[in-house]
């Protein structure tokens, strides 16, 4: 059966973490506010390799856009997450999306560009098939790669971000927990 946006959801929102925190998080009133990364496609995953759908997720995304770039803003609403979900034993990590570049080359190295929405920086994730936010308002999936590689785990460079070592080291990661999957190695020319 073909992943749809509708069996993706579904699966989704089956891991009681994604559940929990998709119930608690509008609270926080947080605009463009995306559930994303490795809580959904993880969770997919862990459902086609029939484990249980929390197995070895490490962090639970949460991506959202706020003009104001003070790093005072975004820890206070970090801050506010951290109170809104102590009872979850699990490391979610919000990221204001409008801050992204200010602090990326420090830590992960090369140029960054100034994002102008959520779905700006899930477009610019390492790994095409893993480029996948769900809403938290709407419940709409925005996954502009589709689904189909993460359906048939395929590991590709997005040539939105080609950072080569990155790439590599994310998409080993990766196979690591979930042998299954396939890495496709990217052209050597950068696009």
């Not at 919000?94 to 960054?112: D, I, M, P």
């Not at 590689?149 to 927990?177: C, H, M, W």
């Amino acid at each position: 059966m073909a992943l749809t946006i509708e069996n993706f959801i579904k699966i989704s929102m089956e891991n009681p973490i994604n559940a929990e925190i998709i119930s608690k998080l509008h609270t926080l009133g947080l605009d463009q506010c995306m559930l994303t990364a490795g809580s959904l496609f993880q969770t997919v995953w862990n459902h086609q390799s029939k484990l249980p759908l929390t197995w070895a997720i490490k962090d639970y995304d949460v991506f959202y856009f706020d003009e104001d770039l003070s790093f005072e803003a975004e820890n206070k609403i970090i801050n506010s997450a951290h109170r809104l979900f102590k009872d979850i034993n699990v490391n979610i990590e919000l990221k204001n999306q409008a801050r992204v570049h200010l602090w990326y080359s420090k830590r992960f190295g090369g140029q960054y560009p100034k994002l102008e929405s959520t779905k700006d920086g899930i477009d610019r994730y390492l790994i095409s098939g893993t480029c996948i936010g769900l809403d938290i308002e709407t419940y709409h999936i925005y996954a502009p790669n589709g689904l189909l590689d993460t359906e048939q785990g395929v590991l590709r460079i997005n040539p939105k971000n080609y950072k080569l070592d990155l790439f590599y080291q994310k998409a080993k990661s990766y196979q690591e927990r979930w042998p299954w999957l396939t890495i496709i190695e990217p052209d050597s020319l950068s696009t």
